[in-house]
Nanobody, 126 residues
Framework: QVQLVESGGGLVQAGGSLRLSCAASGRTFNTYGMGWFRQAPGKERAFVAAITRNGGSTYYADSVKGRFTITRDSAKNTVYLQMSSLKPEDTAVYYC???????????????????WGQGTQVTVSS
């Protein structure tokens, strides 16, 4: 069992930055690939970014590529999402999730994740 707790959301102006954190419980953090998803009102949950178990590979949605960076700190059992050049369309609830899959491309689908956090709200004003 893995528990995930996100933090770092808030209100920011367009062009600003935020860093989201996702703290994982348990000793098995390194056995999971980690992903970030977001869900805007009236829309489906969408893939944002993912990172492999050892942090060696990352993958991003086209909409955030070049603006967002996902990293993980195994010593702290934490995964981060650094968001820069934020746009109003980035407004959503952001969720982190843990997956037992190996292949990075498997991290795109929400159904391939085993555990989810409760979400943190990010609001970007224009």
């Amino acid at each position: 069992q893995v528990q995930l707790v996100e933090s770092g959301g808030g209100l920011v102006q367009a062009g600003g930055s935020l860093r989201l954190s996702c703290a994982a419980s348990g000793r098995t953090f390194n056995t999971y690939g980690m992903g970030w998803f977001r869900q805007a009102p009236g829309k489906e949950r969408a893939f944002v970014a993912a990172i492999t178990r050892n942090g060696g590979s990352t993958y991003y949605a086209d909409s955030v590529k070049g603006r967002f960076t996902i990293t993980r700190d195994s010593a702290k059992n934490t995964v981060y999402l650094q968001m820069s050049s934020l746009k109003p369309e980035d407004t959503a609830v952001y969720y982190c999730a843990a997956s037992r899959y190996y292949n990075l491309l498997n991290y795109i689908a929400p159904s391939n994740y085993d555990y989810w956090g409760q979400g943190t709200q990010v609001t970007v004003s224009s």
